[in-house]
């Protein structure tokens, strides 16, 4: 089995920054790609969004929305990615969910798999 967990969401001030983690852990062989989507509050047209993505050699790909002041990065040795997040605006308020596509270890057998984090709130507020 593969856990992520998410730390670093809260509350911030439109223009401030925050900084999200999300470690993996478990039986795993390698990670392909790990990043963040992030689900905005209910409403019409309110689906998951790309905010980021990152691959094991390093290659990042970033939503629309968030280019240019968000910056994702990843540290292979403790399986865990980072989100750096600045300039923030109000509509960037949402939960921000870590994906991860693992290869595990089941038995002596090898599986691959998209695995989601409980996912952190971010809410951008005055």
């Known amino acids: 089995q593969v856990q992520l967990v998410e730390s670093g969401g809260g509350l911030v001030q439109p223009g401030g920054s925050l900084n999200l983690s999300c470690a993996a852990s478990g039986s795993i062989f390698s990670i392909n790609f790990m990043g963040w989507y992030r689900q905005a509050p209910q409403g019409p047209g309110k689906e998951r969004e790309l905010?980021?993505?990152?691959?094991?050699?390093?290659?990042?790909d970033y939503g629309d929305s968030v280019k240019g002041r968000f910056t994702i990065s990843r540290d292979n040795v403790k399986n865990t990615v980072y989100l750096q997040m600045n300039s923030l605006k109000p509509e960037d308020t949402a939960v921000y969910l870590c994906i991860a596509d693992v290869t595990a270890w089941a038995g002596t057998s090898k599986f691959e798999n998209d695995y989601w984090g409980q996912g952190t709130q971010v809410t951008v507020s005055s």
């Open positions: 905010v980021a993505l990152i691959t094991s050699d390093g290659s990042a």
